[in-house]
């Protein structure tokens, strides 16, 4: 069974940095798409990013576009999201998430991790 493991939140200020990683174990997920959402109190989990099995192809939410980049180790079964120029909006519950189907809704998602705490203060 596919286990997914978040780390690399934290506390930061806004305009800083800072780069998550999720790691599996149980079962290689090299052949699946890997992408990651967030969820802020009272609000919806929202699609953030995602990355392809081969690690070629990307998308992220128009919200994120331009300051977040989604990468995949496939040989370390780790995916990373650097997260630069981090507005108080990001805070949220980070979540990194495998879907097998690619249609990456949160209904659909085959596997979460556990999720990480990122806050961002101004």
């Known amino acids: 069974q596919v286990q997914l493991v978040e780390s690399g939140g934290g506390l930061v200020q806004a305009g800083g940095s800072l780069r998550l990683s999720c790691a599996a174990s149980?079962?290689?997920?090299?052949?699946?798409?890997m992408g990651w959402f967030r969820q802020a109190p009272g609000k919806e989990r929202e699609f953030v990013a995602a990355?392809?099995?081969?690690?070629?192809?990307?998308n992220y939410a128009d919200s994120v576009k331009g300051r977040f980049t989604i990468s995949r180790d496939n040989a370390k079964n780790t995916m990373h999201l650097q997260m630069n120029s981090l507005k108080y909006e990001d805070t949220a519950v980070y979540y990194c998430?495998?879907?097998?189907?690619?249609?990456?809704?949160?209904?659909?998602?085959?596997?979460w991790g556990q999720g990480t705490q990122v806050t961002v203060s101004s």
């Open positions: 990355v392809s099995s081969s690690g070629g192809y990307t």
């Open positions: 998430a495998v879907d097998f189907d690619n249609r990456w809704l949160p209904k659909d998602i085959d596997v």
């Open positions: 149980g079962r290689t997920i090299s052949s699946a798409a």
